[in-house]
């Protein structure tokens, strides 16, 4: 039950893309595409940005996008918004009805 | 509207005991596993407790196993953490959300805030 590796902070400016990545192993990450994102602003609750690896709930944006290859999971958010400045975490089942979360990502709109 | 409303959390000393609860509106309850994730001050989501929908199966990060104990009542849309033998590492947010299976947490509470301190 390790967490994931994520950055502990990436930075871009208004309508540029960024890429998060989350690198677990082949037991949570690698073995099940049940990779999910929550963005958390500070003093919220977080909130489901992307599951399943790349599938959007309704009312994200389409901006959010989600991908995986191997062990490593990515979050790419494009057109870079201000109101993306917050902290993102990925999420893998990890078998046996366990999961486990990334350390959490501080994204800076410069 | 979903909504998840989590109440119980305090300061409490170290080896006390805590109960906390979360009130669920708005979906299908009996329908979703339901879990309890924490956030300590400063730091990230983890994990605590899963629970399926009619309560036979349970799990645990290894953290809390033997301490924590997570129970339901669908009667009454609720959801509960019973935390004995608390410690200080204990101290953080608790999220009550429901879970879609084993692949996300759709739902959040805003969080109770326990705080294990002498």
């Known amino acids: 039950q390790s967490a994931l590796t994520q950055p502990r902070s990436v930075s871009g400016s208004p309508g540029q893309s960024v890429t998060i990545s989350c690198t677990g192993t082949?037991?949570?990450?690698?073995?099940?595409?049940?990779v999910s994102w929550y963005q958390q602003h500070p003093g919220k609750a977080p909130k489901l940005m992307i599951y399943?690896?790349?599938k959007r709930p309704s009312g994200v944006p389409d901006r959010f996008s989600g991908s995986k290859s191997g062990n490593t999971a990515s979050l790419t958010i494009s057109g870079l918004q201000a109101e993306d400045e917050a902290d993102y975490y990925c999420c893998s089942y990890a078998g046996s009805y366990t999961v486990v979360f990334g350390g959490g990502t501080k994204l800076t709109v410069l | 509207e979903v909504q998840l409303v989590e109440s119980g959390g305090g300061l409490v000393q170290p080896g006390g005991s805590l109960r906390l609860s979360c009130a669920a509106s708005g979906f299908t309850f009996s329908s979703y596993w339901m879990s309890w994730v924490r956030q300590a001050p400063g730091k990230g989501l983890e994990w605590v407790a899963n629970i399926k929908q009619d309560g036979s199966e349970k799990y645990y990060v290894d953290s809390v196993k033997g301490r924590f104990t997570i129970s339901r009542d669908n009667a009454k849309n609720s959801l509960y953490l019973q935390m004995n033998s608390l410690r200080a590492e204990d101290t953080a947010v608790y999220y009550c959300a429901s879970k879609y299976g084993p692949r996300y947490f759709d739902y959040w509470g805003q969080g109770t805030l326990v705080t294990v301190s002498s």
């Open positions: 399943d690896v790349n």
């Open positions: 082949s037991s949570d990450v690698g073995g099940y595409n049940y």
